[in-house]
């Protein structure tokens, strides 16, 4: 891939300043190295994406979580010019590595490196980004113990982290990790062609579902008691439950909760912590249980 390639090309026609005619300018701006994000931004839901559009808010606001994914995939943010003149009047500061400009966001960074070359943004950062991290938030938070809600933070910060990895690595390269520090068996290996990681949206989606499962369970999912993980496993919005890649995430994710909590009470001596043991082995899959369940029910 050239140099070209990468960073973009621009076509200027200049004026003598005698002439008073206007000329046309055809910008075109294909930027695919992503710069790396001001760590401060980690763990906030604007991380992802800073809402400037009037549309994307209207259609937050009132639609189903089905009707607005599906909105998310043929949305073009660039047809809204006054936000885009506002973000390209901060252009530069925008694309700059560790900005930490008040409009800056996954979302924004990527239109000002990608003006008129046709890529937009993932579709990822305001659907399941930005409105999940904000909505399941929102909803979720009251009703989790303090543990609970101190999971939810940090969870929060680890898949933006763990995007932030998988961006890093395939500016290097096509191979993307990212490692599961709790249960190394599920760290995440992906191959991407380099540089196509962000402007692949369907490759994005898979990629950042599958960094879910490192995130959650780095977070400390498995410390959690048996009422907060219920309250976590049945909160998403029915509709995307049927979403195949939710359910491989939710699956990994309560396999490696269930073995944790029946292996901890199986070490234990006293008969009270047999007794403990023996219930552990029998609610190993309250989450898979709470997950069938609402499967069932939207069948």
């Known amino acids: ?3 070209n390639e990468v960073l973009g090309a621009a076509d200027a026609a200049y004026t003598p300043t005698d002439d008073t005619q206007s000329v046309a300018v055809n910008l075109h701006i294909c930027n ?3 710069p790396p994000t001001n760590e401060s931004f980690l763990g906030n839901c604007e991380w992802y994406y800073h809402p400037l559009h009037d549309e994307f808010i209207d259609k937050s606001g009132v639609a189903s979580w089905e009707a607005l994914r599906a909105w998310a995939t043929r949305w073009n943010p660039f047809d809204d010019i006054d936000v885009v003149r506002r973000l390209l009047a901060n252009r530069d500061v925008l694309i700059a590595p560790n900005s930490a400009h ?3 966001s996954r979302h924004a960074n990527f239109m000002m490196r990608h003006i008129g070359c046709g890529h ?3 579709d990822y950062y305001i659907s399941y980004g930005y409105y999940y991290c904000y909505t399941y938030g929102e909803r979720l938070r009251p009703r989790l113990s303090t543990d609970g809600q101190r999971w939810l933070d940090q969870a929060r910060f680890n898949l933006q982290e763990n995007i932030e990895s998988g961006l890093d690595d395939n500016m290097d390269g096509d191979e993307l990790t990212v490692v599961c520090r709790r249960y190394p068996n599920r760290t995440m290996q992906m191959e991407v062609t380099q540089y196509e990681l962000e402007v692949d949206p369907v490759t994005f989606k898979t990629f950042a579902f599958n960094t879910h499962v490192p995130a959650y369970l780095d977070a400390g999912l498995a410390d959690l008691p048996l009422s907060d993980l219920m309250r976590i496993g049945t909160q998403p919005n ?9 359910w491989k995430q939710a699956w990994a994710s309560a396999v ?3 073995w944790d909590k029946a292996n901890s009470a199986k070490d234990a001596v006293s008969s009270r912590a047999q007794a403990a043991a023996e219930a552990a082995n029998e609610g190993l899959s309250a989450v898979e249980q709470a997950l069938s369940r609402l499967m069932n029910h939207i069948r």
């Open 32 to 34: 695919k190295q992503v």
């Open 256 to 258: 490696e909760v269930g």
């Open 1 to 3: 891939m050239s140099a």
């Open 102 to 104: 008040a409009h800056w």
């Open 238 to 246: 029915a509709e995307e439950w049927l979403d195949g890649e939710t």
């Open 120 to 122: 937009l943004p993932p």
